[in-house]
C-alpha cells in the first residue's frame, strides 16, 4: 500500500512538469495554431535562467592563500562571493541558497520577452505555412537553442540545489498513520504547478484579456471583425506560454540537474500529453499530464515489469494509442480543432 | 535491341580477364595499392580522434580531445613533453612517430553507435587516418573497434568499461587501456567488506546496455562472494532522466544498500534522486544505508555535487596521484588548460602514447606490426603504476584506485578523494573467465 500510494505522488509530480509544459503547448497550439517543437527548449532555457541565477549570485573576487596550494601546487586562490561581503556571509549564504526560488523573479519577464521575440521574429512568418513546416522550423530552433546554451554552459548536468530549508524528507504519510516519506521540494513542485495552472485557468477565466483570448480561440475571423486586434493578444499568449514552460524549468533543477539536452527529453512526452489530452483543450492537457504521469510511475514498479518487461519505456505510448483509438480528438479535444 | 554475340574466343577472353581480376592480390587494387590499410607515404601520419562532441557526454569527449591535442603536441616534440618524460619505454624522442609528423583528424560519435561508425568509417576512408581512438561508452566502443577490424587499422579504445569490450567482443585490432567493471568489482569488494561489513542486502539499479549489464553482473558477484545478498536487480532505460519512480520501491524492499550502475548523466541524476529521497538518512535492519556508485568520475561528481560526499566507487585514475607521471600529466595539461585531467583524458592520453611508441619499436604502421609490439607489453611511468597489456584479450592490467567523494573540497576540482590504491594483481582475471567467455580475438587484420 506505500507503494502504491507513493507512486501516486511520483506520478503527481511528473505529470505536474508534463502538465505545465503541455499547457503552454497547448496554449501556443489553441490560439495560433502552431505546431511548437521549440517548446521543450523553453522549459531548458527557463532551467538555465536558474543557473545563470545561481551564477550571477556565485560571482566572486579573489585572494591569494599563501598557506594553501591549488592542483598545480601554486598559491591557492580563494573566491569569495560579493554578496557574502556586501550582506554578510549569513545574508548572503542565504540569498545564495535562496537562487532556484528567486530565479522566478527574473525568469518571468526573460521568458515573456524570449516568447516574444520568438513569435515575432521567427514564428508569425509561419502562421500560413502547413504544420510539417512549422514542426521543421520549431525543430530547428530548438537544436540551436540546445547548441547556444551548451556552448555557453557545457554539456555536464549543473548541480541547482534547493534551498536548505526546503530540502530533505517529510513523512506525508503520518496524517493517515502509515510511513511514506517524500522529498519536500517535489512536494513544493507539485503545488507550485498547481498555483500556475489556477493562475492560467483564472486569467483566461475572469479577465477580459482572458475572455477575449477564449473568444479568438473559438472563432478568430468573428473577434478580428468586432475591432479587437487578437493578433497582438495571441502575441501575448505566446509569451505567457514560454513563461510557463521556463517556469516549469526553473523550478524542475533542484530535482534533475540542468543540462542542455533536457528539453528534448521532455518534449515527445508532453506532445503525447497534448495529443492525448485533446489538441487545444487545456483542462485536457493538464489532465493527461496527471494521468500519464501516474501511468509511468506504476509502469516502473517492479511487480508490474516482471509481468510486462519492458512496460515503463512504452506505457504512455500503449495508452495514448487507445485513447487515440477509443477518442480520436483525445480525452477533452473539441470537433475541428485540426481541420482549422 | 541488342544482338550479342557468343563466340568461343570472347569467352576465353572475358574468361580470363575476369579470372585474373578476381585472383588478383587486394595489395594491387586501387583501394589498397600499400601494404595496409592507409599506410603513410608523405612525411606525415593522421590520427583519427573519434569522441562525442555532442548528446551527453560531450563534456567527457572535450577532456578526451584537449589530451589527444596534448599528446600530439608532446610527440611532435612541442610543450613540456608530459608523460613522454616519466615513459618506462625511450622510443619516443619527440620527433613524431616513425619520423613523421603527427596530425589528426576528428569526429563526433554523438554517443550513438551509428553514428560513431560513421565518423570511424570516414576518418579511415576519406583522411586516411591509421589509427582510431575515443569513445566514451562501451555500445560505441564495441561497434567502432568491430569496424576497425573490418577495415585494417588499429583501434586503441578510449573510456570503455564494459567487459564485453575484451571478452565476447574482443578484437585482435583492438586495444583497451581502461580498466573493467570485472576489476571496478575485484577493487571495491574488499572495501565495502571493511566498510560496510558483510551483512548487507544490495539493489541494484543498472543502465539497460552492455555497461551496465557487465558491471552489474562483477559487483553482484563480488558481494554476493563476500556475503552480500542481491535484493533486487532493475534495469533502467538509458533515456531516463528522473529515477525516482526506480528509487522510491528501494525504500520499502529490504534492502540496505543502493548500488547505481549508472554512469555520467544518469548517475548524476539517480544519485540526486536518492539523496532526495532520504536514502542516505535511513536506517535499514539496523545499518545505516549506504550507496556505491562503481565507476566514478571527476565530471559526473561536479555534476551531483554533494550529493557524492562519502559515497564509494572506483576510477582508473585521479589527477591527485602523486606518483612523478601523475604529477608531469596533470601539469602538462593544467597548464595548457587551467584544469586538472579526468580519467578520460588521462587513459587517451595514454593510448596515443602507447601507439605512438609500439609503432617505433615495431618500426612500422602496419596494425599487425603494432599489435604485435602491444601484445604482451609491460610498461611503467603512465601513471597507474606497472602495466601489462595482455596478449590473450588486449586488456590493460594495472592498479585500480577505490575513491570516495569528499567531504570537505578544498575546490571545484577537489571532488574525489582515493582510499586505496588496489594493485594490479588483486584485479587480474584469468582469461576464460565466465564474465569474458565468448566471442574469439581472432587474427590481425592488415587491411
Not at chain 1, 61 to 89: M, R
Not at chain 1, 240 to 268: E, K, Q, R
Amino acid at each position: 500500500m506505500d507503494a502504491i500510494l507513493l507512486q501516486i505522488l511520483n506520478g503527481l509530480d511528473k505529470g505536474s512538469a508534463y502538465a505545465l509544459i503541455a499547457l503552454g503547448l497547448t496554449l501556443i497550439f489553441g490560439t495560433l495554431g502552431v505546431v511548437n517543437f521549440a517548446h521543450g527548449a523553453l522549459f531548458m532555457i527557463g532551467a538555465f535562467c536558474a543557473v545563470t541565477v545561481q551564477r550571477i549570485f556565485n560571482i566572486s573576487y579573489e585572494t591569494v592563500d599563501e598557506s594553501q596550494t591549488d592542483f598545480l601546487g601554486n598559491a591557492l586562490v580563494v573566491k569569495t562571493p560579493y554578496i557574502e561581503s556586501w550582506f554578510g556571509p549569513q545574508m548572503g549564504g542565504a540569498i545564495i541558497d535562496w537562487a532556484v526560488p528567486l530565479a522566478i523573479l527574473f525568469t518571468v519577464p526573460i521568458m515573456i520577452f524570449v516568447g516574444y521575440a520568438m513569435e515575432r521574429g521567427l514564428i508569425k512568418h509561419f502562421y500560413k505555412r502547413p504544420h510539417a513546416d512549422q514542426i521543421l522550423v520549431t525543430f530547428g530552433l530548438a537544436i540551436v537553442l540546445q547548441e547556444v546554451v551548451k556552448y555557453f554552459y557545457g554539456a555536464n548536468p549543473i548541480q541547482t540545489p534547493a534551498p536548505e530549508a526546503l530540502s530533505g524528507i517529510v513523512n506525508l504519510g503520518a496524517i493517515i498513520g502509515m510511513d511514506i516519506v517524500y522529498p519536500v521540494w517535489r512536494v513544493v513542485y507539485f503545488f507550485f504547478s498547481l498555483v500556475v495552472i489556477g493562475g492560467i485557468f483564472s486569467f483566461l477565466q475572469f479577465t477580459t484579456f482572458g475572455m477575449v483570448v477564449r473568444a479568438g480561440m473559438a472563432d478568430r475571423e468573428t473577434v478580428g471583425l468586432l475591432g479587437i486586434n487578437i493578433d497582438k493578444r495571441f502575441t501575448v499568449m505566446f509569451g505567457i506560454a514560454a513563461a510557463v514552460a521556463g517556469l516549469a524549468g526553473v523550478m524542475y533543477t533542484p530535482i534533475n540537474s540542468p543540462n542542455y539536452h533536457m528539453g528534448m527529453d521532455f518534449l515527445v512526452l508532453s506532445f503525447v500529453v497534448v495529443v492525448v489530452g485533446g489538441m487545444g483543450s487545456l483542462p485536457g492537457a493538464v489532465l493527461a499530464g496527471f494521468m500519464l504521469g501516474i501511468l509511468e510511475s506504476f509502469a516502473s514498479m517492479n511487480e508490474i515489469k516482471s509481468l510486462v518487461p519492458g512496460i515503463d519505456q512504452i506505457i504512455i505510448y500503449v495508452v495514448a494509442i487507445i485513447i487515440l483509438l477509443v477518442r480520436p480528438r483525445g480525452l477533452m479535444g473539441r470537433k475541428g480543432v485540426m481541420e482549422d | 535491341m541488342s544482338n550479342s554475340k557468343f563466340t568461343r574466343r570472347g569467352m576465353l577472353k572475358t574468361g580470363a580477364i575476369a579470372g585474373a581480376g578476381v585472383a588478383l592480390p587486394t595489395i594491387f587494387t586501387a583501394s589498397s595499392a600499400a601494404a595496409y590499410t592507409n599506410e603513410p607515404t608523405g612525411s606525415t601520419v593522421t590520427l583519427g580522434f573519434n569522441v562525442p562532441q555532442t548528446g551527453p557526454y560531450a563534456d567527457e569527449g572535450a577532456d578526451e580531445l584537449r589530451a589527444y591535442q596534448l599528446a600530439v603536441e608532446h610527440l611532435n616534440g612541442e610543450g613540456d613533453g608530459g608523460m613522454m618524460n616519466t615513459f618506462s619505454s625511450n622510443e619516443l624522442q619527440g620527433n613524431g612517430i616513425l619520423g613523421k609528423k603527427v596530425e589528426f583528424v576528428t569526429g563526433d560519435t554523438q554517443t550513438k553507435s551509428d553514428a560513431a561508425r560513421a565518423s570511424a568509417k570516414s576518418m579511415i576512408e576519406k583522411d586516411g587516418a591509421v589509427m582510431i581512438t575515443g569513445g566514451s561508452s562501451s555500445g560505441v566502443a564495441i561497434a567502432v573497434q568491430g569496424l576497425c577490424q573490418e577495415a585494417g587499422v588499429i583501434f586503441m579504445a578510449g573510456l570503455t568499461h564494459s567487459n564485453d569490450t575484451t571478452g565476447k567482443d574482443k578484437k585482435a585490432n583492438g586495444f583497451r587501456h581502461f580498466f573493467n567493471g570485472y576489476m571496478s568489482a575485484a577493487a571495491l569488494a574488499p572495501v565495502l567488506k571493511n566498510l560496510y561489513g558483510t551483512d548487507r542486502n544490495a539493489y541494484h539499479l543498472t543502465a539497460d546496455y552492455t555497461w551496465g549489464w557487465t558491471q552489474e553482473e562483477s559487483i553482484a558477484a563480488a558481494t554476493e562472494a563476500m556475503g552480500w545478498n542481491t535484493v533486487n536487480k532493475v534495469r533502467t532505460p538509458l533515456a531516463s532522466t528522473d529515477f525516482s519512480s526506480y528509487i522510491a520501491p528501494v525504500l520499502n524492499s529490504g534492502a540496505d544498500v543502493l548500488v547505481l550502475n549508472h554512469y555520467g548523466g544518469n548517475m548524476v541524476n539517480s544519485l540526486t534522486n536518492a539523496v532526495q529521497f532520504g536514502l542516505r538518512e535511513k536506517v535499514v535492519n539496523g545499518k545505516q544505508f549506504e550507496i556505491v556508485v562503481p565507476l566514478y568520475s571527476r565530471l559526473m561528481a561536479k555534476g551531483a555535487g554533494a550529493n557524492v560526499k562519502g559515497i564509494h566507487g572506483s576510477t582508473n585514475w585521479h589527477w591527485s596521484l602523486q606518483d612523478d607521471a601523475s604529477k608531469a600529466f596533470v601539469k602538462s595539461f593544467g597548464t595548457k588548460y587551467g584544469f586538472p585531467p579526468s580519467q578520460a583524458a588521462h587513459t587517451v592520453y595514454c593510448q596515443t602514447l602507447l601507439y605512438a611508441d609500439a609503432a617505433s619499436r615495431a618500426g612500422t604502421f602496419n596494425p599487425c606490426g603494432i599489435a604485435e609490439a602491444l601484445e604482451g607489453f609491460e610498461f611503467d611511468g603512465l601513471g597507474n603504476g606497472k602495466t601489462l597489456y595482455r596478449a590473450g584479450d588486449h586488456q590493460c592490467f594495472k592498479d585500480v584506485l577505490v575513491v570516495r567523494g569528499k567531504e570537505n573540497p578544498t575546490s571545484e576540482f577537489d571532488l574525489l578523494e582515493v582510499v586505496e590504491v588496489t594493485p594490479a594483481a588483486q584485479v587480474t582475471y584469468p582469461i576464460d573467465h565466465p564474465m569474458f567467455a565468448g566471442g574469439a580475438l581472432g587474427t590481425c587484420n592488415a587491411g
